[in-house]
């Protein structure tokens, strides 16, 4: 693809390769745009909100109480911008119900509300979402905003769903809520085995307004 | 459909499979049941012209009169149908699709025009009650105002994030009022421009419903009771005391004073139910059993409150609501 300098100047400009237009020779400014093209990320898939969002919940990244039945999960993940950047000072909004695939209506058990650092990181422990009638597969609901990006509101899938049999790219359709499989993550087992728990990244990408 | 019709469109699924057929409480008279091939997951009533609508998933659209039942108009629309309104005249049908088009046709199915509104389908229609708009949701973005007449876009509302789970507008159709999935009320006037919102609800609002005298909403939802708020300024009037279960639907009936309400028990999917309030004394009630899906309401010609289920033979039922 051939591009003109002005084309070129102004991919640059909103790629945030250049802040100002200084006389670059055009095939230094298509390296430049070439090179940051190659750390865009792509915004991740929407999914619905519903039903049972909660507004104020605490900031607390240990949902998991002492004693909480289920298999203890942690969650890791880092917020970016689509442009590859890190996010500080997004707010991460997170629910889901409890081991037997109940949400807590009255309280904020398993509901949590982070903030995250200069890093764009965030993390909770809490245990492995149960299933419930009305929903397929186990998840968990992910409402994300900060200034001047698109708020995503998504949810978070395991690739150990029983419902998948196994085998995640063919069988993630089973849940017609499921928008995308990139939605669907691996689970990994850390630690020993007096002290195992599920381990998920979920890295988060939010478009620009 | 919005998110949460979604969510009790699948939770019925396992209801209608899981209880017997049982008789409607006494206190509602059956009007007609109406079979058809297909099991139709929403219906609009048009006004107090004596007709109603109903949609199935796959596309297949009915025209019915009532009480008679008798179909007038019957074709199958392009896409999967998600929502589906009737204008009051019953001038114009609006039917939401899972491609995120809304197309206008009249009561026999003849096409008027149509609007691409999203990439995401159409979660609810509602006209105001003078035709003049058409209120459109996503269950990702905000409520659209469409000109139903000229297909020009008025305004798109607001929302913090996500959209719109119920609309309404005013019985004079100066106000538009959202209940919206970041938990806040929000009331527009008919261009758009943000009149009054309420943000003191924790849990989402399922339901927004107009009173006839068009100052008060009522709004129903996750936590499980009916809160009145003005339509002037937004504020919180008061609560009901709360019911067991979270509410999904919630119409205000033409007394002004009865909610019709649809109660699913988050918990356990299993418990079921219709509920008349009354705004009056506080009271509620019962007014139906598990194993039918409420999917409509409306009036017919003698200004009869009527409100429609659908059973597990795919039935339609239209019930009339005593006074």
New interface residues.
Partial sequence: MRLARRELLSKCMALGVLTSTANLLPSALAAAWQEKEKSRLAPTP?S?????????APSNSAMRAPGDPGMPLVVTGQVFSSRGELIPSAIVEIWQTNHEG??D?DGYHYRTKLTTPADGNYEFSSVMPGH????VCQHIHY?V?APGYR???TQLYFATDPVFEGDPDKNFVRDP?ITSRELVRPVTLVGDPKDIHAAVKFELVLEAM | M???A???T??VA?LISSFAHRAMAEDLRKLVTISTPEKISTVSVCGTTGLVAGAAHDGAIHVWKLPSGEQVASWKSGAPVSALACSFDGKWLAIGDEDGAVKITDPAGKFVRMFAIAHAAVDNVAFAPDGSLLAVGT??NPVQLWNPGTGLRVAELHT????S?SVDFAPDSSLVATAD???AIRIYDRNGKLKASY?G????P?AISFRPNGKEVVVGG???TLSILSAEDGQLIRRLPKSPD?I?NAVVLPDGDRVLSLQVD?????NFSVTLWNLGTNERRDVAVAGKHLIGYGEISNHQPVMFTVDSDSSLTAWAIPD
């Fill in positions: 929407a619905e909100l519903g039903p049972f969002y909660k507004r104020l109940l949400y209506l419930y009638p009305a929903r409402a905003t708020p995503l509101v809520l | 919005t998110g949460a979604r969510w009790i699948t939770a396992v269950h990702e913090d994030f996500s959209g789970t999935a970041d938990t943000t609800l924790l849990l989402e399922f996750a936590d499980s979270p999904f988050a918990a356990t999917v299993r």
